[in-house]
């Protein structure tokens, strides 16, 4: 990478093209809740939108764990498949997207950066090794 396109990626995580600052997503089960000083901190100092997308039915019940985790959001979408996550991001044009699964974040198109979150459900902590499906992984 040279200096030059380093600096306009950094110039990219402030605005985007069109002047506005970039957009936030973030998963909640595994994610929010994996790290809540974190995601808390991260939101709080976003300087764009914060959507929190969430493979959950109960709409009331994640807003009241984005509540008592302190999670400052400007939406909150549910969805019903892995796929449709990946649709939310699209449509909402989020730049920077958190999970921590990997079946959710196949689908999501290239020029969204992802930021896989790792948890005792992707990761053997006593094997050291990430946890892949043939779905979702390819030994290298
Ligand atoms: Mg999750």
Known sequence: MTPSSSGTEDASLHRK???T???LGIDIDGTIDEGPAFFRTLAAIWPGRVIIITY???RA????????LGIRYHDL???SSFDAKAEVIERERVDVYFDDQPEMLRAIPAHVNVMLVRNEGNFCFTDRLWLFSDQTGRQV
Do not use: K, S, W
Request: hydrophobic share 35%; proline share 10%.
């Open 61 to 68: 019940q994640a807003e009241a764990e984005l509540v008592r």
């Open 56 to 58: 959950r039915r109960d």
């Open 21 to 23: 600052p970039p957009t």
């Open 77 to 79: 979408i549910l969805v």
């Open 17 to 19: 093209h069109d002047g």
